[in-house]
């Protein structure tokens, strides 16, 4: 019994320390084919943030909403997240309201200086009133951290 405890105590243990910590809030530009968004990052806990982004593109209007869900990848580089989500959207394009879902994952590294870089994939769908448009993207993201 001893020995299943000191090994569920270990394995905890390694799990926290993986986690990576989420401690500043972030705010910047975060570029994709078909225009820009500002993006804000807000930490939840060590591990978990929210990101919105507001954006104008060639489509139209977009407010962008994702829980994200941060892990280190120190090992391979000091600084080295990956992170992955889930949320929600609202948007007018052309001349039509919608609702969404949408999904995220992505990469991001974290300079010594209040500079962080990220290069991610968003899926969306847009479900409300109809099935209105589905959009994905790889974006690049460049935030002043505070």
């Not at 869900?69 to 007018?92: H, K, R």
Request: proline fraction near 3%; glycine fraction near 12%.
């Amino acid at each position: 019994m001893k020995k299943m405890i000191m090994l569920f105590v270990l394995v905890m243990s390694m799990v926290s320390a993986i986690n990576a910590q989420v401690s500043k809030k972030a705010i910047g530009l975060r570029f994709n084919y078909s225009g820009a968004e500002a993006t804000y990052q807000h930490p939840l806990g060590n591990a978990n943030r929210l990101e919105f982004d507001l954006g104008l593109n060639s489509y139209g209007l977009g407010l962008n909403g994702v829980y994200q869900w941060v892990w280190d990848l120190s090992a391979v580089a000091p600084g080295v997240n990956w992170y992955a989500g889930a949320g929600a959207a609202l948007g007018v394009y052309s001349k039509s309201f919608g609702i969404g879902i949408l999904g995220q994952i992505g990469i991001e590294y974290n300079f010594e200086v209040p500079l962080q870089l990220s290069l991610d994939y968003r899926q969306g769908l847009y479900v409300i009133p109809s099935l209105v448009a589905s959009y994905d993207g790889v974006c690049l993201s460049a935030r002043y951290k505070f």
